[in-house]
C-alpha cells in the first residue's frame, strides 16, 4: 500500500478578509474573520488524502501544543483520514498559529508563530523512523525547525525515499546545499527569488526578470535532482537534471483566495508520484488541484477532491 508521510507544521490560521492590505502603521477595518485549520504540513497532508486512491495512506509527523487549537486541528485530521500517530502534543508550548489577511484580489499575507511547530527535532523523525521507512514519498516544508529537514532528508538519502521539499516559507538568507539534495524542489516564484538572492530592487536595477527555466535550473545546480517552479496563473515549469524542461500550462479560474494553493499543488505532486505517474503528468494534476484551491476561500476547506481535480483535466 503506497504511503506518504509529510513531515512539518500544524497551525490554526485566524483570517481577516479586508479591502487592500494595510500600509505600516496603518490602522484598517476587516470585512469579516474566519479560525480555519491550516499550516503547510497538515494542508499538504489533507490535500493528499484527499486526492489519494483508497489504497494510499497520508500520515503527518508534526507537533501541536496541550491546547484546544492543537486538539482541533489532531480532530480535524483524523476526520480527513490522515494518520496523527506521529503528531506529538506539547506541554507547556502553544500550538502554532497564522495571522492571514486576504484582500479582494484573493492575495494574503501571512504571520506565522510557529509555537509547537518549533519544538519538532531529529529525535522525533528518529521516533518515526519505522513509518518513514514505508513512505514511497515524504514531503517537507521550512515551518519547522531547519535542523529537523536536513535531518528528514538526511534519512531519506539513507532509506532511499523519494523526497519532496517545498522551500516555504523561504528564508532571506537562503538555504544550505544540503537542503537543495531532494528529488523533487517545489518553490513559488517569489521563494525562488529571496533563495537566489533576488530582492526587488536587484531585480529593478538589472531592469529584467530571470527566466523561470534559468531560476529553476539554479537549483538543479545546487543538487535538486528535479524542480518544480509554480507560477500561479502561469502554471508552472518541471526541469530535470535527467534533462528536459516542460511547461505545465495554467486553468483559468476565478480567484477567490489564494491561501494554500502551494499546498494542493505540493500534496497534488506528493500523490501523483506515489501513484507512480511520470512528474508531467504528475504536474498538470497538481497545477488543477492548486487552480481549485483558489477558488473557495481558507485553507483546507478550500482543497480539492480527486473528482474535482479530474473534472477539471477533463475540460
Ligand atoms: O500555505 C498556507 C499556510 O501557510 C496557511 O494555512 C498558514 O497556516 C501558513 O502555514
Not at 537562503?174 to 529571496?194: C, I, Q
Request: net charge positive; aromatic share 4%.
Amino acid at each position: 500500500m503506497p504511503t506518504i508521510v509529510i513531515i512539518g507544521s500544524l497551525n490554526t490560521d485566524l483570517i481577516s478578509r479586508v479591502r487592500a492590505m494595510p500600509r505600516p502603521g496603518q490602522t484598517i477595518l476587516g470585512d469579516d474573520f474566519l479560525t480555519l485549520p491550516g499550516g503547510k504540513g497538515a494542508n499538504q497532508a489533507v490535500a493528499a488524502a484527499k486526492l489519494a486512491g483508497a489504497g494510499t495512506r497520508v500520515h503527518l509527523v508534526g507537533r501541536v501544543g496541550a491546547d484546544d487549537f492543537g486538539k482541533r486541528l489532531l480532530d480535524g485530521l483524523g476526520r480527513h483520514g490522515v494518520g496523527t500517530r506521529h503528531v506529538t502534543v506539547t506541554e507547556r508550548v502553544a500550538s502554532g498559529v497564522a495571522t492571514i489577511l486576504v484582500d479582494r484580489k484573493g492575495e494574503n499575507s501571512i504571520v506565522v508563530t510557529p509555537g509547537a511547530n518549533a519544538k519538532l527535532s531529529p529525535a522525533d523523525l528518529d521516533a518515526a523512523e519505522t513509518l518513514i521507512r514505508s513512505a514511497s514519498v515524504v514531503v517537507m516544508q521550512l515551518e519547522i525547525p531547519r535542523q529537523t529537514v536536513r535531518h528528514a532528508i538526511a534519512t531519506c538519502q539513507r532509506l532511499g525515499i523519494y523526497t519532496i521539499l517545498d522551500p516555504a516559507p523561504a528564508p532571506a538568507k537562503g538555504l544550505p546545499r544540503a537542503m537543495f539534495a531532494v528529488d523533487l524542489f517545489t518553490p513559488n516564484e517569489s521563494e525562488a527569488e529571496a533563495l537566489l538572492g533576488i530582492t526587488p530592487r536587484s531585480r529593478a536595477h538589472r531592469k529584467r526578470t530571470i527566466e523561470p527555466k534559468q531560476m529553476a535550473g539554479e537549483f538543479l545546480a545546487r543538487g535538486a535532482k528535479a524542480v518544480a517552479l509554480k507560477l500561479g496563473s502561469r502554471g508552472s515549469v518541471l526541469i530535470e537534471r535527467a534533462g528536459g524542461f516542460q511547461t505545465i500550462r495554467p486553468f483559468k479560474v476565478r480567484v477567490t483566495d489564494t491561501t494554500a494553493a502551494g499546498d494542493a499543488f505540493t500534496g497534488a505532486l506528493a500523490v501523483g508520484r506515489a501513484e507512480g505517474m511520470p512528474l508531467v503528468e504528475a504536474m498538470r494534476f497538481a497545477n488543477a488541484a492548486g487552480a481549485i484551491c483558489c477558488q473557495s476561500f481558507g485553507a483546507q476547506p478550500a482543497l480539492p477532491s480527486r473528482e474535482a481535480v479530474e473534472r477539471l483535466l477533463r475540460t
